[in-house]
């Protein structure tokens, strides 16, 4: 999911909350995304048609391997807890989560990364943050796969093995490949890259 990043100014006089701007941003504009990446507010409008339907496509695959289920679940817009500020958090387009997902709340709808197993991004206007902020934040949290659907380049993105703030393996995948996905997220997965990408371009007139 794409995001614009706004900086607020701190004032050691009148100290703010980051997570009551970002509430009192979706309160006033309904479907709205906000995020707290270091410090920085992401916000993030509604995904148009394309998104979504590359976001649906890409639940089946996951579901037909049965990870959605006793031992893992396969869920949209799930808070993740980030170690990278006091009030960050992030809210991936769909994730494979541990199926007791509900015993690691830790506020503000968002959850313990100890039980996520794998992240996925859509890209939309914004890219960059999912192509690199959110890079850094998702591999300091330890999650162990991060996918991203890069639909302005038409490229799949694949990043495993998170080292400090960056993944230790990182690869990039084109129309015509097909890609399996670690086990390590509960079931094996294949993807056809040329599927996805399509899905989440704009169909012709």
Same mark, same amino acid.
């Given at each position: !999911?794409?995001?614009?990043?706004?900086?607020?100014?701190?004032?050691?006089?009148?100290?703010?909350?980051?997570?009551?701007?970002?509430?009192?941003? !979706?309160?006033?504009?309904?479907?709205?995304?906000?995020?707290?990446?270091?410090?920085?507010?992401?916000?993030?409008?509604?995904?148009?048609?394309?998104?979504?339907?590359?976001?649906?496509?890409? !639940?089946?695959?996951?579901?037909?391997?049965?990870?959605?289920?006793?031992?893992?679940? $396969?869920?949209?817009?799930?808070?993740?807890?980030?170690?990278?500020?006091?009030?960050?958090?992030?809210?991936?387009?769909?994730?494979?989560?541990?199926?007791?997902?509900?015993?690691?709340?830790?506020?503000?709808?968002?959850?313990?990364?100890?039980?996520?197993?794998? $992240?996925?991004?859509?890209?939309?206007?914004?890219?960059?943050?999912?192509?690199?902020?959110?890079?850094?934040?998702?591999?300091?949290?330890?999650?162990?796969?991060?996918?991203?659907?890069?639909?302005?380049?038409?490229?799949?993105?694949?990043?495993?093995?998170?080292?400090?703030?960056?993944?230790?393996?990182?690869?990039?995948?084109?129309p015509g490949e097909t890609v399996t996905l670690p086990d390590t997220i509960g079931a094996?997965?294949?993807?056809?890259?040329?599927?996805?990408?399509?899905?989440?371009?704009?169909?012709?007139?």
């Amino acid at each position: !999911m794409s995001a614009a990043s706004i900086e607020q100014p701190f004032d050691d006089d009148q100290p703010f909350s980051l997570t009551a701007i970002a509430d009192e941003i !979706m309160e006033r504009h309904p479907g709205t995304r906000v995020e707290i990446i270091g410090g920085h507010l992401l916000v993030t409008p509604s995904p148009d048609a394309p998104h979504a339907r590359a976001l649906t496509g890409l !639940m089946v695959p996951f579901l037909a391997a049965g990870l959605h289920g006793e031992e893992t679940e $396969v869920l949209q817009s799930v808070g993740l807890w980030l170690p990278t500020g006091a009030e960050d958090y992030a809210i991936p387009d769909l994730v494979v989560v541990d199926a007791d997902i509900d015993d690691h709340f830790v506020e503000n709808n968002a959850y313990d990364p100890v039980c996520f197993r794998l $992240v996925l991004e859509v890209t939309s206007s914004n890219w960059k943050d999912d192509l690199k902020t959110k890079v850094g934040a998702y591999a300091e949290a330890k999650v162990p796969v991060y996918l991203i659907v890069d639909r302005k380049h038409q490229r799949l993105h694949v990043l495993t093995e998170p080292d400090g703030s960056e993944y230790g393996n990182h690869r990039v995948h084109a129309p015509g490949e097909t890609v399996t996905l670690p086990d390590t997220i509960g079931a094996e997965v294949t993807l056809d890259v040329e599927q996805i990408i399509k899905a989440g371009q704009k169909k012709a007139n």
